[in-house]
C-alpha cells in the first residue's frame, strides 16, 4: 500500500548493509522506509517531505552537516522533525560528547544503541511518527487560522474599502448640495435685487418724465442765453438718468426686447471701427468669427450695447498694449455650473476676452449685481455686467466669466439658437408721422399728477385737446359722460386697475378706441398684448409720442417717418 511521503521514513546509514537491515525491518513493521545514499540525498528527501528519520550514528561524523542543520533550523514553527540516531555500543550520550553536540544539532532526537532488537527500533520509530502526525494535525490547524484570519484581514479591507467609497460618495454629495445651495441662495439674491431695482426704477422713471416733460416745455419759450445752457444741461442729466434707469430694467429683466435672427458675425464686423475707437490705439483688436455661425435670436440693439460694455470692461481692466478678442462660435452646453449660466442646450456663443487684470473671487462672484463696481466714483456705475445678464437670461441665454488674476478675463454670452436665417425677419413696419388731425382729443390716464401734467402740456403743443383722468375709474366715468375722446393714453402701472385691464374696461364701452400705453416699466411679460406701436417709453420723446399718436389716429396713411431710437 502506497504511503503518502509525509509518512515515510528516511533511512541513511552510508556504510555497511546497516540500512538494508533497518530497511528491512521498518517495511516487515508496516512502515515506508526509503534509503537515502548520502547525505545530498538525505537532505533532498527532507525537503520533499518524510514522517522521520533513521540515521546511524557514525554516518554525520566527520561531514558536513551544514545544509542538514541549515534545514533543521528552516522548519517552519509547527515543525519539529524527530530523527531516530542509531549508537554505538557505549555511545550512550553520557559517555560520547559528539552525541551530545548532535543532539544539540537535531534537536527532536531518540538514540538507539546497537545493536538492538527489531521490535524496539519499530517501537521508536512508531513513537516517533506518531508526534510526526501531531504536528502535521497542528500545521492544519495553524493553517486552517491563517485561512480565517486572511480571510478576515480581506472582509476587514472590502468594508474598509466600502465604507471609504460611501463616505466619498457623501462627500460628494454634500459638496453638490452645497455648490446648489449656494447657486440658489445667488439667484435669490439676483432675483430680490431685480425686483428692488426695477420698483426702483419705475418711481424714477416718473420722476425723470416729469423733469424732462417740464425742462422740455421751458426750453420751447423765448430764452436768454444762460437760461437755454442751463435747460439743456438739466435735459442732459435727466437723459442720463433715463439711460440708468433703463439699465437697470434690462437687469430686472423688465424691458420690452425686439428679438430677430442676427448674425453675429456682421454685428460684430459692423462695430470693428467703434470698438477700435472706444479701446485706442494701443490695444489690438483680434476677431475670431465662426464661419458657419448659427443666426442667433437676440434684439439686434441690445446685443450690440453688450458687446460695447464688454470692450469698454475690457479697456479698462488693461494696461497699454493688451488685446481684445471678440469670438464667436456655435456651442453645446450641459448642466449649469452657475445661477447666470444657461439650461443645457445649443447656444449661439460670443465672447469678449481681453489679456487684462482679471478679477479676485470676490469682484467674480459679484460682477453681475448692480451697481457693483470697483471703478472710482464716477467712472463706473456698476451696471454694465447686469446688464449683459439681464438680456441674455431675458432673451434665454446666460454667460458666463472666465477670469484668472493678472491674467485677464472672458466674459462669454450665450445666446438662443434662431431656426430662420438673419435678415428673413419681418422687416420694421415703417411708422406713421404726426401732422394729421390736430383736433383730436387725447384721454390721458395716469395716477402721478405731475406726469399728468407734462403729458397733457406735450399733447397741447402737439394741438391736441387733453382730457386728464387720474385712475381707471375716471377714465371710464369720462367715457360714459359721453366726453370727446378720440384715443386713450394709459399708464402701464397704476394701483386698481392696471392699463391693460383698463383698456379692455374701455373697449367694452368703445369697441374702435385707440389705445396707447404709457410705460417706464416695460414689463415684457404683462405687456404681451401690447405691439411696439401701441408702447411709449417714460420718459417722453416727443417725436416718438408724436409718432405714435397719429399713427394710431391714421392707420391707413403710410407717410414714413422714421422714429429715431
Ligand atoms: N474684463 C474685466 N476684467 C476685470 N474686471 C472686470 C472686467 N469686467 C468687469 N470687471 C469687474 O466687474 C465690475 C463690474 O462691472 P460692470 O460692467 O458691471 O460695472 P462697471 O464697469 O464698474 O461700471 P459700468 O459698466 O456701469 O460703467 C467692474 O467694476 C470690475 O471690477
Ligand atoms: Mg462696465
Not at 137 to 157: H, K, M, N, S, Y
Not at 541 to 554: M, P, Q, R
Request: hydrophobic content about 45%.
Amino acid at each position: 500500500v502506497p504511503q503518502a511521503v509525509s509518512e515515510r521514513v528516511l533511512v541513511f546509514a552510508p556504510l555497511g548493509r546497516d540500512a538494508v537491515v533497518a530497511a528491512g525491518i521498518l517495511t516487515e513493521g508496516g512502515i515506508e522506509a526509503c534509503v537515502c545514499a548520502d547525505l545530498g540525498e538525505l537532505c533532498e528527501a527532507l525537503d520533499e517531505g518524510a514522517g522521520a528519520a533513521v540515521i546511524v550514528e557514525e554516518a554525520l561524523m566527520n561531514s558536513d552537516l551544514a545544509r542538514l542543520v541549515r534545514w533543521i533550523g528552516d522548519q517552519p514553527p509547527w515543525s519539529d522533525f524527530p530523527f531516530v540516531l542509531l549508537t554505538l555500543r557505549g555511545g550512550g550520550l553520557e559517555r560520547n560528547p559528539s552525541a551530545g553536540r548532535l543532539s544539540a544539532t537535531l534537536g527532536n532526537v531518540s538514540f538507539l544503541e546497537r545493536p538492538f532488537h527489531p521490535t524496539t527500533l519499530i517501537s521508536i520509530v512508531s513513537t516517533a511518527l506518531r508526534g510526526r502526525r501531531r504536528q502535521y494535525e497542528a500545521r492544519e490547524r495553524i493553517d486552517d487560522i491563517r485561512r480565517g484570519e486572511a480571510l478576515l484581514e480581506r472582509r476587514v479591507e472590502e468594508r474598509t474599502a466600502e465604507l471609504a467609497s460611501a463616505n466619498r460618495q457623501l462627500a460628494a454629495q454634500i459638496g453638490e448640495r452645497e455648490k446648489a445651495q449656494s447657486a440658489l441662495r445667488q439667484a435669490q439674491r439676483l432675483e430680490a435685487v431685480g425686483q428692488l431695482t426695477s420698483g426702483v426704477a419705475h418711481d424714477f422713471n416718473n420722476l425723470l418724465t416729469v423733469v424732462l416733460g417740464n425742462v422740455r416745455q421751458l426750453q420751447k419759450g423765448q430764452l436768454d442765453a444762460t437760461t437755454a445752457r442751463r435747460l439743456d444741461m438739466m435735459a442732459q442729466a435727466a437723459e442720463r438718468g433715463a439711460k440708468l434707469t433703463h439699465q437697470m430694467l434690462a437687469f430686472s429683466r423688465r424691458q420690452k426686447l425686439e428679438p430677430k435672427p442676427v448674425d453675429l458675425n456682421e454685428t460684430v464686423l459692423s462695430m470693428r471701427d467703434l470698438l477700435q475707437s472706444t479701446m485706442g490705439g494701443s490695444v489690438a483688436i483680434k476677431t475670431l468669427l465662426h464661419p458657419s455661425l448659427w443666426p442667433a435670436m437676440i434684439d439686434p440693439t441690445q446685443i450690440e450695447l453688450v458687446i460695447l460694455n464688454l470692450a469698454i470692461n475690457a479697456r479698462d481692466a488693461m494696461e497699454v498694449g493688451g488685446s481684445l478678442t471678440v469670438e464667436t462660435a456655435n456651442v453645446t452646453l450641459g448642466a449649469p455650473r452657475r445661477p447666470e449660466e444657461p439650461a443645457p442646450g445649443a447656444y449661439v456663443m460670443l465672447s469678449v476676452s481681453d489679456t487684462g487684470s482679471g478679477m479676485s473671487e470676490e469682484v467674480f462672484t459679484k460682477a453681475f449685481e448692480p451697481f457693483f463696481t470697483t471703478k472710482e466714483v464716477g467712472k463706473g456705475s456698476g451696471l454694465g455686467l447686469s446688464q449683459v445678464f439681464g438680456l441674455a437670461k431675458q432673451s434665454g441665454g446666460g454667460v458666463r466669466i472666465d477670469t484668472a488674476l493678472g491674467k485677464g478675463t472672458s466674459v462669454k454670452v450665450y445666446l438662443p439658437r434662431a431656426h430662420m436665417a438673419a435678415g428673413q425677419a419681418t422687416a420694421v413696419a415703417p411708422r406713421l408721422s404726426h401732422g394729421g388731425d390736430k383736433a383730436a382729443v387725447v384721454l390721458v390716464v395716469d395716477d402721478d399728477s405731475a406726469v399728468r401734467e407734462v403729458t397733457a402740456g406735450i399733447l397741447q403743443d402737439l394741438g391736441y385737446g387733453v382730457v386728464e383722468a387720474g385712475s381707471g375709474g375716471a377714465a371710464l366715468d369720462a367715457l360714459e359722460d359721453g366726453a370727446i375722446i378720440d384715443l386713450a393714453l394709459l399708464d402701464f402701472a397704476m394701483p386698481g386697475m392696471n392699463g391693460a385691464e383698463l383698456a379692455r374696461e374701455m373697449r367694452a364701452r368703445r369697441p374702435d378706441l385707440p389705445v396707447l400705453y404709457a410705460t417706464g416699466y416695460a414689463d415684457a411679460g404683462a405687456l404681451t398684448e401690447a405691439g411696439d406701436e401701441e408702447i411709449i417709453h417714460k420718459p417722453f420723446d416727443d417725436d416718438e409720442l408724436a409718432a405714435k399718436i397719429a399713427a394710431k389716429l391714421h392707420p391707413q396713411k403710410d407717410n414714413v417717418v422714421r422714429l429715431r431710437h
